[in-house]
């Protein structure tokens, strides 16, 4: 069972992000195309990244009995996948939510100012 402790572990982080996002409705509770479509450009785009970094011998992959031993490729990891996911799925969130905080602070200076 050990062999799905790192899959298991990004699942969960995963899960923690949704329920994040669901409570502030960040990104697919609010725009779930748009969310689907940011996540998904960044994870093909490092999944390409990481392709490439194999095949010129950049990378390679570890060996770890945490890890389920199911490949999406030679040498690509599916965990590798769902890591890429939640990476860019936290970047998402991040940028939301930075972006909500900026706002209403700049609401709350415009209303001070205003008075």
Known sequence: MTG???????LVALSGLAVIDHRWRLAFWAHPRRA????????????????????LGIF???E??????????PDLPVE???????LCYN???????LDRVLAARRTRAAGEVAR
Request: aromatic content about 12%; hydrophobic content about 65%.
């Open 4 to 10: 799905f402790a790192y899959l298991g572990a990004l």
């Open 36 to 55: 689907a479509v940011c996540v998904g450009v960044g994870v093909v785009g490092f999944l390409a990244w990481d392709v490439a970094g194999l095949l």
């Open 60 to 62: 390679a992959r570890g």
């Open 64 to 73: 770890s009995p945490h890890m389920t031993g199911l490949l999406l490729a």
């Open 80 to 86: 590798e996948a769902v890591f890429l996911t939640l």
């Open 91 to 97: 970047a998402l969130l991040a940028w939301r939510g």
